[in-house]
């Protein structure tokens, strides 16, 4: 069920209609496959900005402290 949408006109090259083709699943539609290959390369986008603060030690010194007080806080909570 669709609600609300709004429709464009999207002129593409005919090598780009067919390696959308290429990536359609059965009953998908094309608006489908650009949203499903947009979002995995916003995740992977994500996960390349990640793997980048995991080699920044600040980052790193950062989320040891946040886990430390995170447990903490479960110790207190449970001895309540």
Known sequence: MRRGVARRTLTISEEAYEALARFKRPGESFTDVVKRIAAYEEKRALAEFA??????????????????SVLQTRLEIVQL
């Open 51 to 68: 793997g980048r603060l995991r080699d920044d030690e600040q980052f790193e010194a950062a989320t040891r402290e946040i886990r430390r």
